[in-house]
């Protein structure tokens, strides 16, 4: 009995895990529902888009496709991501702090699902940003999304107020960086990640000489819009400041 109890329960552990799993990506595509909805509508009949952290093209393809886009850019560090990458764009096989300054500029820039965080240092975050300013027309639009560390929808409460609590006390640029990790094809994978205050992000914007136009709060879990910061996470339009 306890033998047959145990597969019982080895099996709804299972059942569970993949329940939870399922909602994970569902919220997932919410949220890149609602930020590629806002790119396409600011986005449309543009002569070049460069997306920054590509991964396999598909998100920044319907993009570009929805919004009529002609020139379409792919920038994937990764080989493996490279190799998944379906024909309708020119790719470029380098992170973004060795794009060459020789590259053309681009009406739209994208950067998202908080590509930004998975560089370490704030120097080397605003030198990001730095270069893509270079690679910015003027009268462009630069579009990017981070996640944020007082973000108590997704957090909890208790969470973010012992966050800002801490901050406060003790303030330090590393505050924000955590340890991301997930699992695939049987393995758990864990990576660097950073998770950004809006004093901290914008911050990075005024020095990097970038100006927002627009910010939105957007709920992780669900892909609606909200206008308190503690809400969700944030999405900038940029532009040459």
Request: aromatic residues 8%; neutral net charge.
């Amino acid at each position: 009995m306890d033998r047959i109890h145990r597969r019982i329960f080895s099996l709804n552990d299972r059942i569970e895990a993949i329940d939870a799993e399922a909602r994970q990506v569902t919220a997932e595509l919410d949220y890149h529902r609602a930020i590629n909805d806002i790119v396409i509508a600011w986005a449309r009949n543009a002569a070049s888009l460069l997306d920054v952290g590509a991964g396999d093209g598909s998100r920044t393809l319907h993009i570009a496709q929805s919004a009529g886009v002609r020139r379409i850019v792919l920038l994937e560090p990764s080989a493996g991501m490279r190799a998944l990458c379906t024909e309708g764009a020119e790719i470029w096989p380098f992170p973004i702090e060795e794009i060459p300054d020789a590259a053309p500029s681009f009406e739209v820039i994208t950067c998202l699902w908080n590509v930004l965080g998975h560089l370490r240092g704030a120097r080397q975050r605003l030198d990001a940003l730095a270069r893509l300013r270079r690679h910015l027309f003027p009268g462009g639009m630069l579009f990017l999304d981070v996640s944020h560390r007082y973000n108590a929808a997704a957090y909890g409460w208790s969470k973010t107020l012992a966050r800002m609590l801490h901050d406060a006390i003790f303030p330090s640029e590393g505050n924000g960086d955590v340890i991301v990790s997930w699992n695939t094809e049987g393995k758990r994978i864990q990576t660097h990640g950073h998770v950004f205050t809006r004093s901290e992000i914008e911050g990075l914007f005024l020095s990097a000489r970038l100006k927002p136009i627009n910010r939105w709060v957007i709920s992780y879990e669900t892909g609606a819009h909200h206008q308190l910061p503690f809400a969700g996470h944030l999405f900038y339009q940029l532009t040459l400041g």
